[in-house]
Each structure stands twice: as C-alpha cells, then as structure tokens.
C-alpha cells in the first residue's frame, strides 16, 4: 500500500469515529479547539471547528495532505509545470495577479512581461474609456458595456461586477451568456448602439452560444452605425486571429494563453468589462487579493493553511462521510453568485472519476454545490438543511461591515449567519420540545405527534468565512482560496484538474441535433430523442 493510500484509509477510519459523536461536544472535550480549527488569513478569517472533525481526526486529514505531496504539488504549479497533462499545459492563474515585474514561467517560458504588458494595455484602455478620450463612431462617449462570454468567460466577471459595483456607476456593465435569444435582447435593451461597447470574452471564439451571441450584437452595432459600428467591438481571446477574422479591430483584442484555464480566467484579460466599468485601480487592488492569499497558500504551514484545511474539512464530508453535496450561502447579496462560479470552479475542475493516469478513481470526487445569498434561501431551502433526510456540510460566506444600506438590517443579516451555524449544528432535543409543549397546555397525546417534527438533531456542519469588508482586495482573496482550496482537492484525488472533457459529448450531439432542427438530413437517435427532434423541427 502507498503512504497515500494508507493515510485514505486512516482518514476512512477516522471519519467513522465522527459518526458516533456530536460536533458540539467536542467544544467541551477539546478546549482549544476553536483557536486550533481557525485561521487568520489575507483579507479573511476562517472557522472550521464547526466541522465533525475531531482535532485528533484533523491531524489524520493534515496527514493525508502530506501523504499526498501537497506541498511538492503546489511548487508544481506555481513552478509553471504542466499540471494538466491531458492538454500538456500549466495552469498559471497565480502569474496573473503576480507583482509587476515577477518571474513567472510556464512550461519553462516566461510570461510575466507579457502578462504586464497586457494589464497596462487594459488600464489604458479604461482610463480613455472612462475619461471619454475614446470614444463611439458618431463621437459619444461610452455609457454602457455588453460583456459577451459563458462560462468562465462569463460567471467570474459576473461575480466580480455584482460585488463591486458602483451604486450609480458611471458605465453599466450588462452580460449575456445564455443562447437563449431572451438574454441578448434583455441584455441589449434601451442601449445606444452609439455609446455601447460590446466585449465579446471567448478562449477558443468558437464557443457556439458566444459567437452566436457576438454576431447578434456585430448586427445590432452594424444597424445603427454601418461598418463604422466595428469599431465599438472589443474582444478577449487565446485566439486573437479568430477574434480579428470575426471583425474585431486588431488593437482592441486583448490576448491570454492557454495555461490560463476558463475558470481560473477572471484575472486575465477576461476581467476587461470589469477593469473598464470599475477602473484599472479596483482591478488591481482585486488582484492584489488574490496574490495576497497565493502567498498566504505558499507559505502557511499546512495545519493553518487556509485553502489547505478548507479542502480537508470538505474531504472529510466527501469521502470521510459519504456526503455527496455541499451547499455555499453568501450572507451578503453582492456575493450572490458566489455559488454559481463555485458550481464550475470546482464541479468541472474535479466532477470526474478517472486520475490523471487514465485509472478509476478510487473514492468520491467533488461534491455538487449549490446556494444563493442568505437570508433568502432560509426561506427556500434550509427547511431541508436543518430536517432533511441528508447531512449537508455548508459554507457561510459573511461581511462584518456593509458597504451601503441601512445599518441595522446589516445587523440582522449578521445574527442570521451565525444564527444558522449555531442551530444546525445544536440543534433543538425532543426533550426541550417536549417540555416547551406540555408548557403550552398541550396534551400528551398530541405532544406524541408534534415533538419529532419540531425537533432538530442538529450536528449539521459548516465552515465560517468572514470578510470584514466586501472590498476588491477581499474579493480576490475569498476567490483564490476557492481555487486553491479546489486544487488540493484535485490533488489527494489524483485528479486532473485543468482540463473538461465531461463537456464534449454535449457539445457535440448539439451540433449533429442543430443541423436536423434546420432541415439537416436525420441521424439515428433513440425513440425519446427522435420524437422531440421531429416535434421541434423547423
Ligand atoms: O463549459 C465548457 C467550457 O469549455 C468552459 O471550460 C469554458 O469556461 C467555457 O466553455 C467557455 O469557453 P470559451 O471561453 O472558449 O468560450
């Protein structure tokens, strides 16, 4: 057996011992448990002693870290080696928010200058943008951006948008993501072709719904402005020629490579929208973040190493507990999509059951995210997180201060946060029910029928992010923890997590399916699939 294997099967073991006991008293039993489970990193602080580990069962879990190379595997990465072996490529998102003037190198090429080079293009470009110097084909200065991509050329920019948005921002930022013609002509609507810019976001620019979406706008831009209306095209893309080829003026392309996987994209040129509606300065104080904690990963000791244990706490629901999904509740609406970029960031990065070298993967691999913005979802789904038949580990995600608003709800959302953590993992005894009850004149009987559905058995875990302020550094810092966070996981799993394969079939059977929808000739399909092409045939 390898070190690694056997230290899997310790944790295995480990986790069992979890089963039998409550996390709330293992606050008696371990006294410093709550210091020892917590860590105080770049822009955050992280609480995980509300998770089922023991400290004991927390040090089998550092364990199987090491086992696992952990350390070895993030100089890998950061070293610019082709950790996705699959496509041969690094995977170098931490180049992206390096200091000016860093070393990076992918595959032993250097990329920082390049990388420099290209954060200063974007600068310049907002600041003419945002001072009017640019300005649209009948001389207007720009009022709006339709940011164009899907994917992570679309949720990353998305989130960073909704989180830092101006109240009254001197340029809308507005996206369309989705083929669905709703989402343009919603994302279109009562714009000005002549003060538009149109940022058309695709690594390859051959994503079907991207393109599609591009030339509905090339045409909108076109009616208003002629040929002229080009000129209000910009684009971000590994495949500069394609985006030229597509229209797009050749000094308003914007490059990154291929080592900069979609979802790990937001830092790159794809943040363009973003660097344009909320100036060169908050994107680079959002990279800043980011770096802040990529250091913080490189250099904390593993036992208070933040995206370290974060990925461990999940390991031990995962494959410790067998708890096959996880929810993520932001208390902070400006972080709403939070769940939505986590359900790519870690459900393509490592939804996958084969390693790295082509064997089944032994154990479970990651679980399905899903969430929205607290208090919201306590009036949707938290009935079933704190009763339902399933355990499901949570991350609360919470801002100590509001950037706007009044004051006192921002209080109330606080006490909901941390009320929740509190009551799924105490929960309510029948016996407190019971009592309360028969206070109440209820009669025994009844009391009979009413205790167990009012009881909570609690235990129910969950991790505490705390931001103090929803600021552009905080937001770059919570994002690579995610990513950092999702890369250890992919490690222990011996997993490829830069790659997406997964994707492929339905990208292409699509394709085969879109030329029968448009009077194509018919391709053998099963009976269920055969009659909903005929039915919704041109
Ligand atoms: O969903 C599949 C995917 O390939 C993602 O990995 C990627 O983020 C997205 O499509 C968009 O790809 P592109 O940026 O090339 O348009």
């Not at 994107?283 to 208070?304: I, S, V």
């Not at 939505?340 to 089944?360: C, T």
């Not at 058995?457 to 990513?483: N, V």
Request: charged content about 20%; hydrophobic content about 50%.
């Amino acid at each position: 057996m390898t070190d690694l294997a056997a230290a899997w099967t310790q944790l295995e073991a480990a986790a069992q011992a979890a089963r039998a006991r409550r996390i709330a008293d293992l606050f008696k039993t371990e006294p410093d448990r709550l210091d020892r489970l917590s860590v105080e990193a770049p822009e955050l602080l992280l609480d995980l002693s509300k998770q089922p580990w023991s400290l004991a069962e927390a040090k089998i879990a550092l364990a199987l870290a090491r086992a696992g190379g952990i350390e070895a595997a993030r100089e890998r990465q950061f070293a610019g080696e082709a950790v996705n072996p699959s496509e041969d490529r690094a995977a170098l998102h931490m180049a992206l928010r390096a200091p000016k003037g860093a070393a990076f190198q992918a595959k032993g090429q250097p990329v920082s200058a390049e990388i420099d080079a290209t954060r200063e293009g974007m600068a310049a470009l907002a600041a003419a943008v945002r001072s009017g110097e640019k300005r649209g084909a009948t001389g207007q200065a720009f009022k709006a951006i339709v940011h164009i991509g899907i994917g992570g050329s679309d949720f990353g920019p998305r989130l960073v948008w909704e989180a830092l948005r101006p109240l009254s921002p001197q340029i809308e930022l507005r996206f369309a993501a989705n083929v669905d013609p709703a989402d343009m002509a919603l994302a279109l609507d009562g714009l000005d072709p002549a003060s538009t810019l149109v940022v058309v976001v695709s690594k390859t620019f051959t994503t079907q719904e991207t393109i599609a979406n591009a030339l509905v706008a090339r045409a909108w831009l076109r009616a208003a402005l002629g040929q002229a209306g080009d000129a209000h095209l910009l684009a971000v893309s590994a495949a500069p020629d394609v985006a030229q080829a597509f229209g797009v003026p050749a000094d308003q392309i914007f490059g990154f490579r291929d080592w900069v996987g979609g979802r790990y994209s937001v830092w790159s040129a794809v943040g363009l929208s973003c660097v344009i509606a909320l100036g060169a300065e908050a994107f680079e104080a959002f990279l800043a973040g980011g770096r802040a904690m990529d250091d913080h990963f490189r250099a904390a000791p593993l036992e208070a190493n933040a995206p370290v244990l974060l990925a461990l706490a999940h390991i031990f629901n995962r494959d410790g507990l067998g708890r096959p999904t996880r929810a993520v509740v932001p208390y902070a609406q400006r972080l709403r999509l939070l769940p939505n970029f986590l359900q790519q960031l870690e459900m393509e990065s490592n939804g996958k059951q084969v390693d790295i070298h082509g064997r089944p993967v032994a154990r479970a691999t990651a679980a399905a995210v899903f969430g929205d913005a607290g208090t919201n979802v306590q009036h949707a789904f938290f009935q079933l997180m704190h009763q339902g038949a399933d355990i499901i580990p949570l991350d609360i995600i919470a801002v100590a201060e509001a950037a706007e608003g009044e004051p006192s709800n921002q209080t109330k959302l606080l006490a909901n946060a941390i009320a929740q953590a509190e009551a799924l993992m105490v929960g309510k005894p029948e016996s407190e029910v019971r009592a309360e009850l028969a206070g109440q004149g209820m009669d025994a009987a009844a009391i009979d029928v009413l205790a167990p559905q009012k009881t909570f058995h609690g235990d129910r875990p969950s991790s505490f992010i705390l931001l103090q302020r929803l600021t552009p550094g905080a937001l770059g810092a919570l994002i690579a923890l995610y990513e950092h966070k999702t890369f250890v996981e992919g490690a222990l799993w011996e997993i490829n997590s830069f790659d997406q394969w997964g994707v492929e079939l339905g990208k292409t059977l699509a394709t085969r399916i879109l030329g029968e929808l448009e009077g194509g000739p018919r391709g053998a399909h099963d009976p269920s699939t055969e009659r909903l092409v005929s039915r919704l045939k041109a």
